[in-house]
């Protein structure tokens, strides 16, 4: 799991590098999807504001805890 650095309206930095776009550091499944495939791995999916996720993303990267994410820096 990548360590999110920095997150700004517009811009999130990851691992040192700047992205101006949304980032998705691993997923195998379509959004519309994801509630009813993680309960089918038994999985745990955690949705909320970008800021208090990369808190909790990070936390769990420390933890080096298997997680995906999307961020999406615009809204």
């Keep these: 799991m990548a360590k999110i650095d920095e997150l700004t309206y517009g811009s999130i930095i990851v691992e ?11 997923c195998q499944w379509h959004g519309k999807e994801a509630e009813s495939r993680a309960q089918e791995k038994n ?6 504001p970008f800021y208090d996720a990369v808190a909790r993303l990070n936390e769990l990267a420390e933890q080096k805890k298997k997680v995906a994410d999307l961020i ?4």
Excluded: M
């Design 16 to 26: 040192g590098k700047k992205y101006r776009r949304d980032v998705l550091t691993f």
């Design 43 to 48: 999985l745990s999916l955690l949705v909320q």
């Design 72 to 75: 999406h820096i615009t809204c």
